[in-house]
């Protein structure tokens, strides 16, 4: 049977999520977001930081309420939590102070199960699961990999129509999130499980194409369904595969290319930036570490970022800060899923550290209003000293308080390796020196 012809077991239509900042002002996580899940299939969630993926998989559980839109599982309107689904946590989220076979039994209990029944479904989906012997074992005794098999456990043991699953295998290292991977996979395509769909959350473009159906990619700030892709060879678990390698290049095609909208489109210069931009969160080192590696390369100054992120084992919450970064600096271009150093990105990579840092406080002062910013106001202050918190205000005036936080902090991080101002922590105190005129 095609997908298309599957039964609907969840649907969203027109969801929207707006919430209220600390300071007061509303911001849009969701806008008109559609989408459906059909019985017979792996749905994955995929975008960049700031995309909304967990506020989205939140709403279609009925742990958040939607601003506008709604979602329905099936045919039923979702007002709260349903029975029919569960979720396994990115943290584990177990009690320590139960043991496993009690804290897979904690579904069982707040459904109402008796405790006859509870303990012999327990210990079968301890079994299920690959923990048969550690049903007495407390949290603190297992690895990470094995707590996580306690947060899956615990989902199946209420046999659920839907499983959710909010990046299940980002806290684990490489080869226990391939196992486990691997062995949800088995247990889904050989039916030992009685889940009918699944929809996962995930960052790791390589996970949503070894695993999903479909791939519904969200645009981020607000978050929006940008693109669906319908995996043409499902659970294709061979990474060297050429259809497996196009489906990537094709994901990362689509997440570097710019949204276009009404007001700005790849046509349409941007208007300049604020100094409330929001600056992305790439550290100096991880900046200075990818555009050597670029440099490096076999065909000099262009790199492509699928098989960067595959030598550098960076998700995509890691790489495209760091692309973002070398962009507004104009240090490369990043376009279909490639990198390309500029003239500056090249003198960067071929200079020593000095050079490195004069050509680089150059861009800062012509590319990153903030950054100039905080140079103009301390050149006008006696001694040229200005606290931290003074650009915190200006910032909150564009931006909740903890992107203000965040946002400053890449600011004072790039503005310090320039050399264009010095910053005590302790003090929270930014200075610039300035010249003494001869006399």
């Not at 459904?111 to 299920?128: C, F």
């Not at 391939?178 to 009918?196: N, Y």
């Amino acid at each position: 049977m095609k997908k298309t012809q599957a039964k609907t077991i969840l649907s969203a239509k027109d969801i929207s999520k707006t919430f209220i900042s600390p300071e007061g002002k509303p911001f849009t996580v969701l806008d008109n977001i559609n989408l459906e899940l059909h019985e017979g299939e792996i749905v994955a969630l995929l975008g960049r930081s700031g995309s909304g993926k967990s506020t989205l998989l939140r709403t279609l559980l009925g742990l958040v309420e939607p601003s506008a839109g709604e979602v329905r599982y099936r045919d039923q309107r979702v007002r709260g939590p349903m029975p029919g689904m569960a979720l396994v946590f990115q943290s584990f989220a177990l009690f320590p102070w139960l043991t496993v076979q009690q804290n897979v039994e904690l579904g069982l209990e707040a459904m109402g199960v008796p405790a006859a029944e509870r303990r012999p479904r327990a210990l079968q989906a301890i079994d299920l699961i690959g923990l048969d012997g550690f049903e007495s074992a407390f949290p603190k005794e297992l690895s990470g990999g094995m707590r996580q098999r306690v947060g899956f456990a615990r989902a199946l043991v209420t046999n659920p129509d839907i499983l959710f699953m909010d990046e299940p295998f980002s806290a684990l290292d490489v080869l226990t999130s391939e196992t486990l991977r691997s062995e949800l996979l088995e247990l889904w395509m050989e039916q030992k499980i009685p889940t009918k769909a699944i929809l996962i959350v995930t960052h790791n473009i390589e996970e949503a194409a070894l695993m999903a159906d479909r791939i519904l990619i969200l645009s981020a700030n607000p978050g929006r369904v940008r693109a669906e892709i319908a995996v043409p060879c499902p659970r294709l678990n061979d990474r060297d595969h050429p259809a497996f390698k196009e489906l990537v290049e094709q994901i990362y095609r689509i997440m570097t290319t710019p949204v276009a909208t009404p007001l700005t489109s790849p046509a349409v210069p941007a208007e300049p930036r604020s100094i409330g931009y929001r600056l992305p969160a790439a550290t100096i080192e991880a900046l200075e570490g990818l555009i050597d590696r670029v440099a490096s390369g076999p065909d000099y100054g262009r790199e492509d970022l699928p098989r960067l992120a595959a030598e550098m084992q960076l998700e995509i919450d890691d790489l495209f800060p760091l692309a973002d970064a070398t962009e507004l600096l104009k240090l490369a271009v990043v376009k279909e899923g490639d990198i390309q150093l500029t003239a500056q990105g090249r003198l960067f990579a071929e200079g020593d550290t000095e050079a490195r840092k004069r050509l680089f406080a150059v861009l800062l002062s012509e590319q990153v209003p903030l950054v100039a910013h905080i140079v103009r106001v301390l050149e006008t202050r006696p001694g040229g000293r200005a606290p931290e918190d003074r650009f915190l205000r200006e910032l909150e005036d564009y931006m909740s308080t903890e992107d203000a936080n965040a946002v400053l902090a890449t600011a004072i991080d790039w503005g310090r390796y320039a050399e264009l101002f010095e910053y005590d922590y302790n003090a929270g105190i930014l200075s610039r020196e300035i010249a003494i005129p001869a006399a």
